[in-house]
């Protein structure tokens, strides 16, 4: 089993920055794939970055290229995601995912386990 605590939303305005954290425990054999997710009202969830614990390799949306930056502190166990030139369209509550296995994706289907999401709304 793995558990995952998301931290760090909150209210900005367009151009602003956040950073948020989720603090995974359990099985780490289970966590070896992490993701950020995102699900804005009336939209699907969507995939905004994820990366391999072990190898460190990573992808975004394009959506978000060049302005998130997914990272890990594997000491603490946790992941980030620093979000800078943040847009009214980047309003959701955003998810911490981990999933195990060799490929690195953006697809929902290949997490197992979830947080409780946090939320981000920025104003225009």
């Known amino acids: 089993q793995v558990q995952l605590v998301e931290s760090g939303g909150g209210s900005v305005q367009a151009g602003g920055s956040l950073r948020l954290s989720c603090v995974a425990s359990?099985?780490?054999?289970?966590?070896?794939?992490m993701g950020w997710f995102r699900q804005a009202p009336g939209k699907e969830r969507e995939g905004v970055a994820a990366i391999m614990t072990l190898s460190g390799r990573t992808v975004y949306a394009d959506s978000v290229k060049g302005r998130f930056t997914i990272s890990q502190d594997n000491a603490k166990n946790t992941l980030y995601l620093q979000m800078s030139g943040l847009r009214f369209e980047d309003t959701a509550i955003y998810y911490c995912?981990?999933?195990?296995?060799?490929?690195?994706?953006?697809?929902?289907?290949?997490?197992?386990?979830w947080g409780q999401g946090t939320q981000v709304t920025v104003s225009s």
């Open positions: 995912a981990a999933g195990s296995g060799p490929t690195l994706t953006l697809r929902a289907a290949y997490y197992t386990y």
């Open positions: 359990g099985d780490s054999y289970q966590r070896n794939r």
